[in-house]
């Protein structure tokens, strides 16, 4: 369900037909597109952050674990084509914003009061490196008690690709025998 919002102040600045970008452009940048293909947005190389958030709100926006973000300055962000297909969802209580495909639903953008200089991006829109590496986790607090933490993996029988986490195996019970208890 769309949900039709006023555009804030400093929404993304979209590349003119003209191919001009207002504002200053590094020399390298990295592309990004949603799954149809749309929506198709830049940031100049390097992004200013890269982190894992594993807050409820994200985990649920994104249907995954945690979600992965790349941070960019407004100004170093611009969106190439389908600005149109953008729809905006603006939570009241928490005062972020987050924008998806209209057509295909892939999470584009996160807004958060906190930085209003900042888009947030999933780092999966990507199909080339953004400059920064993921080494920051947030709000771990509200992770996920199902989210893989590293634990042993093998693989599947029968399935190749697909691997499993096998059971702990289980610790025999110890008999208590009081005839010989001290």
Known sequence: MRQAASKPRGEPKVRKASGKVPGKASAVQAAGAC????????????????????????????????????????????????????????????????SFCARCGTPMLYERPRAPTMLNIPRAVFSERTGRETRYHMNLSEQADWTWAGEKLVPLKGYPGVMWQPPRKKKPARVVDSMFEA
């Open 35 to 98: 799954v149809c293909g749309a929506v198709r947005i830049e940031i100049d190389v390097p992004a200013r952050w890269a982190w894992h958030d594993h807050c409820a709100a994200s985990r649920h926006a994104q249907g995954c674990a945690y979600a992965t973000y790349v941070g960019s300055y407004r100004s170093r962000f611009r969106v190439l084509a389908g600005a149109d297909c953008l729809t905006r969802y603006e939570d009241p209580e928490r005062g972020t914003a987050r």
